[in-house]
């Protein structure tokens, strides 16, 4: 399902040349419930920024707090 990315966890410790590295936190909406979703670590490009990521988060029909995110750059 589509979601919206609220924010950019920065991971400092781990670092990879110039990327970055940091998890994305996206809420959605199931059955009228807004749950939100943190994703594993992610390696991003210098400067990117969260409107120029898209995130889809799958869930669990039987347990919507259980899902895995996936990312896309724009």
Not at 27 to 50: C, D, M, Q, T, W
Request: hydrophobic share 35%; charged share 30%; aromatic share 14%.
């Amino acid at each position: 399902m589509d979601s919206e990315i609220e924010d950019m966890i920065p991971a400092v410790w781990i670092r990879v040349g110039n990327y970055t590295t940091c998890r994305i936190v996206c809420r959605y909406i199931y059955e009228g419930k807004e749950y939100k979703a943190v994703s594993n670590y992610y390696v991003l490009p210098p400067f990117k920024r969260k409107e120029d990521l898209h995130a889809n988060v799958y869930i669990d029909k039987d347990n919507p707090a259980k899902y895995s995110v996936e990312l896309f750059q724009t």
